[in-house]
């Protein structure tokens, strides 16, 4: 039967139905979308500097929170794309991406907790996991070294997190394994020879290195790229009884840069001049002067520090860009270390 409607009206009725379409596609996203600058804008305005608050509140207790969160927002985008995976806490029979053995200091996952309670209270189930640590590794790129820019937001939590997915490139790994890797993910030469230089601040874990001090090939105990200066000050920190198959001590730890102006908190160019001369502590630091292209970058980095902080703005806008999830994928998880369901 047909429905007894004045023409006029019925055509009125279609009308405010296609308004209200068109308000409803507005409002649910489409299932996949891109990143924006200040996504949040009109949903949670105040986000970006919730979390810039928190990061600055921490790392005035403990500076040590800037290269942390730098390297978190590194692990999470290198496994599975910037989908906050790596902040799943593991459950019983399934191993979350922070039980993989390079979790090595991945310390100050609760900063994340910290910010995303912030934003909670301001505006609940609105700004993902994912974003907070996109946004609180850009914060700790501009306190530690004036690296500043504009991050697009809008990526959504992942509800995958395995461990035995983890396949971030080994601290030993050579140049060509390490450009190989970075490729897979869509970065370039200039993406891994710019972010490495990130390797100026913080520690690296004896442990990493022993081989290039005591064991490195059958044609040199110690690894000779190593400046000779170097290696007798890394043997008297990593003496050969901290680190065996008995002790696998987690507790001694050096610079990545001994040569650092700023210290080991401070994002500066200072990581150039060390790899040019053979001053880099990680292998994979060092291969970088082993590569043309590389060393090329390397050099004009070592002499404008200028370009280097532009590059470092670009290449973490990009790393920021690796495999999201957007629009209606995945969720804005509740809590940063589980899944909602
Ligand atoms: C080939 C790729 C990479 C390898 C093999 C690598 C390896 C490492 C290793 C072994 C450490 C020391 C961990 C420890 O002993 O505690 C470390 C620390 C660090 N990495 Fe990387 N990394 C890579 C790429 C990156 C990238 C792309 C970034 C930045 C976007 C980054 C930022 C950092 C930072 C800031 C630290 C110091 C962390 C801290 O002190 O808490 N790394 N990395
Ligand atoms: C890193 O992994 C080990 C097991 O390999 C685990 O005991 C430790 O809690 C993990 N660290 C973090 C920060 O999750
Ligand atoms: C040992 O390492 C050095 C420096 O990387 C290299 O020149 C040499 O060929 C290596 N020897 C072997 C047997 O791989
Ligand atoms: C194991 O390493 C620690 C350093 O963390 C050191 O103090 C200790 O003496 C080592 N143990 C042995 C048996 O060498």
Same mark, same amino acid.
């Given at each position: 039967?047909?429905?007894?409607?004045?023409?006029?009206? !019925?055509?009125? !009725?279609?009308?405010?139905?296609?308004?209200?379409?068109?308000?409803?596609?507005?409002?649910?996203?489409?299932?996949?979308?891109?990143?924006?600058?200040?996504?949040?804008?009109? +949903?949670?305005?105040?986000?970006?500097?919730?979390?810039?608050? $928190?990061?600055?509140?921490?790392?005035?207790?403990?500076? =040590?929170? !800037?290269?942390?969160?730098?390297?978190?927002?590194?692990?999470?985008?290198?496994?599975?794309?910037? %989908?906050?995976? $790596? !902040?799943?806490?593991?459950?019983?029979?399934?191993?979350?991406?922070?039980?993989?053995?390079?979790?090595?200091?991945?310390?100050?996952?609760?900063?994340?907790?910290?910010?995303?309670?912030?934003?909670?209270?301001?505006?609940?189930?609105?700004?993902?996991?994912?974003?907070?640590?996109?946004?609180?590794?850009?914060?700790?790129?501009?306190?530690?070294?004036?690296?500043?820019?504009?991050?697009?937001?809008?990526?959504?939590?992942?509800?995958?997190?395995?461990?035995?997915?983890?396949?971030? #490139?080994?601290? =030993?790994? =050579?140049?060509?394994?390490?450009?190989?890797?970075?490729?897979?993910?869509?970065?370039? $030469?200039?993406?891994?020879?710019?972010?490495?230089?990130?390797?100026?601040?913080?520690?690296?874990?004896?442990?990493?290195?022993?081989?290039?001090?005591?064991?490195?090939?059958?044609?040199?105990?110690?690894?000779?790229?190593?400046?000779?200066?170097?290696?007798?000050?890394?043997?008297?920190?990593?003496? #050969?009884?901290?680190?065996? #198959?008995?002790?696998?001590?987690? %507790? $001694?730890?050096?610079?990545?840069?001994?040569?650092?102006?700023?210290?080991?908190?401070?994002?500066?160019? =200072?990581?150039?001049?060390?790899?040019?001369?053979?001053?880099?502590?990680?292998?994979?630091?060092?291969?970088?002067?082993?590569?043309?292209?590389?060393?090329?970058?390397?050099?004009?980095?070592?002499?404008?520090?200028?370009?280097?902080?532009?590059?470092?703005?670009? +290449?973490?806008?990009?790393?920021?860009?690796?495999?999201?999830?957007?629009?209606?994928?995945?969720?804005?998880?509740?809590?940063?270390?589980?899944?909602?369901?």
């Amino acid at each position: 039967m047909a429905l007894k409607v004045p023409r006029h009206s !019925l055509l009125l !009725l279609l009308a405010v139905g296609a308004v209200q379409a068109a308000a409803a596609s507005a409002a649910v996203p489409p299932p996949q979308a891109q990143l924006q600058v200040s996504f949040y804008a009109r +949903s949670c305005p105040r986000a970006e500097a919730i979390v810039r608050r $928190v990061v600055r509140r921490r790392a005035a207790r403990d500076r =040590s929170v !800037l290269p942390a969160l730098i390297r978190l927002h590194f692990h999470d985008c290198f496994v599975r794309g910037c %989908d906050g995976s $790596v !902040l799943i806490d593991s459950t019983p029979g399934h191993p979350a991406e922070k039980e993989a053995p390079p979790n090595l200091t991945l310390r100050m996952l609760d900063v994340v907790d910290d910010a995303k309670a912030a934003v909670e209270e301001a505006c609940p189930g609105v700004v993902s996991c994912a974003d907070i640590v996109a946004l609180a590794a850009r914060d700790a790129a501009a306190m530690a070294g004036r690296v500043r820019y504009e991050l697009p937001t809008g990526r959504r939590d992942g509800t995958v997190s395995s461990a035995a997915e983890v396949n971030l #490139p080994s601290p =030993s790994a =050579s140049f060509a394994e390490a450009l190989s890797a970075f490729r897979s993910i869509g970065l370039g $030469v200039v993406d891994l020879t710019t972010l490495l230089g990130s390797h100026t601040m913080g520690f690296c874990h004896c442990g990493l290195i022993m081989n290039r001090l005591y064991n490195y090939n059958s044609t040199s105990p110690f690894d000779p790229t190593m400046d000779a200066g170097l290696l007798a000050v890394l043997r008297r920190r990593c003496p #050969p009884h901290v680190v065996t #198959p008995q002790n696998q001590s987690r %507790d $001694v730890i050096v610079p990545m840069n001994f040569v650092a102006p700023l210290g080991p908190f401070g994002l500066d160019n =200072s990581f150039y001049p060390s790899v040019l001369a053979g001053r880099a502590v990680l292998q994979i630091d060092q291969e970088l002067a082993s590569s043309g292209a590389a060393r090329r970058i390397a050099a004009m980095f070592a002499s404008r520090p200028g370009n280097f902080r532009v590059q470092f703005a670009k +290449s973490m806008v990009k790393l920021g860009g690796v495999n999201v999830l957007t629009g209606r994928q995945g969720e804005v998880r509740l809590n940063c270390r589980r899944f909602n369901s």
